[in-house]
């Protein structure tokens, strides 16, 4: 079993920066490829962004683009993830995932292929 631990969460106006952390334990041997996801209130699970295990590539979602930005330390099996230029529709509980397939994929991935963390709550008020 792989475990997931987020922090970094919180509340900050619109305009302002977050950094969340995700560090993982366990069977790390299979943690290759992580991500982030989210989930608004009465809204689905949405993909945001998933990193390589070598970090050498990095994919977005649209919405975020160009205003967060993920990164991982491969030694401290840590996956962090910028948010600058926050805005309220970024408000939400952000979710760690990772997964032995392709990074690539972690946004189409069934939920039940990835393993989760607990989530981080962030709250940006307007």
């Known amino acids: 079993q792989v475990q997931l631990v987020e922090s970094g969460g919180g509340l900050v106006q619109a305009g302002g920066s977050l950094r969340l952390s995700c560090a993982a334990s366990?069977?790390?041997?299979?943690?290759?490829?992580m991500g982030w996801f989210r989930q608004a209130p009465g809204k689905e699970r949405e993909f945001v962004a998933a990193i390589t295990w070598s970090g050498g590539n990095t994919y977005y979602a649209d919405s975020v683009k160009g205003r967060f930005t993920i990164s991982r330390d491969g030694a401290e099996n840590t996956v962090y993830l910028q948010m600058n230029s926050l805005k309220a529709e970024d408000t939400a509980v952000y979710y760690c995932?990772?997964?032995?397939?392709?990074?690539?994929?972690?946004?189409?991935?069934?939920?039940?292929?990835?393993?989760w963390g607990q989530g981080t709550q962030v709250t940006v008020s307007s």
């Open positions: 995932a990772t997964t032995s397939g392709a990074a690539q994929a972690m946004e189409v991935t069934p939920a039940s292929s990835l393993y």
């Open positions: 366990g069977r790390t041997s299979i943690t290759y490829n």
